[in-house]
């Protein structure tokens, strides 16, 4: 079945060590992001990336980091969690510039995760 | 980048149409405009999309404006399960476009339909 996989799906730390989030995905994607969501402030990204090695800040990247050394791969680190990070975290991803998409169509569709809801004490 | 903008909350009669309006009113010539909604806590999944022609698939029916500065999502017969928040987003169709990488979701529009 093509799918986004997360993990974890639920993870409660302290503030200060070191967690990442891990994103895979089985549809050979080029394209791979990800999200916060937050009551009120709907979905905003916080990483994305275009292809391996190839990675680029959204509008709110402060205090996480990614990396990309695989296509199927796209973890999120958080080097020193805080409570302001305490949130419900997707991963997405789409055919990218490299694989085909028909102009017709224009199906260059996101796939998005499960969600991973991480509270940061 | 192009923006959307949309109501924050709308009601509708179970078994009646669903009509959520968007404003894209800064789209680019290569953008399309998507839909996806997220029920309860999970992952937003795609409903439909378009870039200049009305659409249609078995889940809803997209009617965009000639100018192409807003579009109409239609839930022709909505039913409970259609109770979620509702995303219009643009994107360029390739890595040229602004809109490729950098997506904004906004806060959609919450879809409550009643019994």
């Known amino acids: 079945e093509a799918q986004v996989t997360q993990n974890p799906r639920y993870l409660i730390t302290v503030t200060g060590k070191k967690l990442t989030v891990t994103c895979s995905q089985n549809?050979?994607?080029?394209?791979m992001s990800w999200y916060r969501q937050d009551p009120g402030l709907g979905l905003r990204q916080i990483y994305y990336?275009?292809?391996?090695?190839?990675?680029d800040k959204g509008d709110v990247p402060e205090g996480y980091k990614v990396s990309r050394k695989e296509k199927r791969n796209f973890p999120l680190i958080l080097e020193s969690p805080s409570p302001n990070q305490t949130s419900l975290y997707f991963c997405?991803?789409?055919?990218?510039?490299?694989?085909?998409?028909?102009?017709?169509?224009?199906?260059?569709?996101?796939?998005f995760g499960a969600g991973s809801r991480l509270t940061v004490l | 980048d192009a923006k959307t903008t949309q109501p924050p909350s709308m009601d509708c009669a179970e078994g009646r149409a669903a009509n959520l309006p968007c404003n894209h009113s800064?789209?680019?010539?290569?953008?399309?405009v998507y839909w996806y909604r997220q029920i309860h806590s999970q992952g937003p999944q795609y409903i439909i999309h378009?870039?200049?022609n009305n659409e249609t698939n078995e889940m809803a029916s997209l009617i965009i404006t000639e100018d192409r500065k807003s579009s109409t999502l239609i839930l022709p017969h909505a039913t409970l399960r259609d109770t979620a928040v509702y995303y219009c987003?643009?994107?360029?169709?390739?890595?040229?476009?602004?809109?490729?990488?950098?997506?904004?979701f906004g806060q959609g529009t919450i879809l409550t339909v009643h019994p």
């Open positions: 997405a991803s789409s055919p990218g510039q490299g694989q085909w998409v028909s102009p017709v169509s224009g199906a260059n569709v996101l796939t």
């Open positions: 549809m050979n994607h080029e394209y």
């Open positions: 990336s275009m292809n391996v090695e190839v990675t």
């Open positions: 800064t789209i680019s010539g290569n953008e399309y």
């Open positions: 378009g870039l200049k």
């Open positions: 987003i643009v994107r360029a169709l390739n890595a040229g476009g602004t809109s490729y990488g950098k997506l904004t």
